[in-house]
Nanobody
Framework: HVQLVESGGGSVQAGGSLRLSCAVS?????MGWFRQAPGKEREGVAA???????SYADSVKGRFTLSQDIAKHTLYLQMDNLKPEGTAMYYC??????????????????????WGQGTQVTVS
């Protein structure tokens, strides 16, 4: 199965930027970034589906941007103007099939099967 390895987390002051990377070992149809803060449920942050359509949670629209380097099999999440409420463990995940990126972000799709180990983002 496809393996995912995240990197790029760290600590940053409010207003700062980080870029998360998710290296994928093989083919994927739909990929997304999710986050879970202490004491809170996991939530969708951004996703890209097999049509190349991207969707973002309302809380990050205009500040976070997804991009792909297909040759490197890597998905990036550029996070700008970070806010303290963005402090969480960020996970990259993927699955096969005809997912809709908006449904993924809103939690209306079946949970992805394949997950990375997570990378911590702390905003102070």
């Amino acid at each position: 199965h496809v393996q995912l390895v995240e990197s790029g987390g760290g600590s940053v002051q409010a207003g700062g930027s980080l870029r998360l990377s998710c290296a994928v070992s093989g083919h994927s149809d739909c990929m997304g970034w999710f986050r879970q803060a202490p004491g809170k449920e996991r939530e969708g942050v951004a996703a890209i589906d097999s049509d190349g359509s991207t969707s973002y949670a309302d809380s990050v629209k205009g500040r976070f941007t997804l991009s792909q380097d297909i040759a490197k099999h890597t998905l990036y999440l550029q996070m700008d103007n970070l806010k303290p409420e963005g402090t969480a463990m960020y996970y990259c995940a993927h699955d096969y099939g005809a997912y809709d990126s908006q449904a993924v972000v809103l939690g209306l799709s079946p949970q992805f099967t394949y997950w990375g180990q997570g990378t911590q983002v702390t905003v102070s």
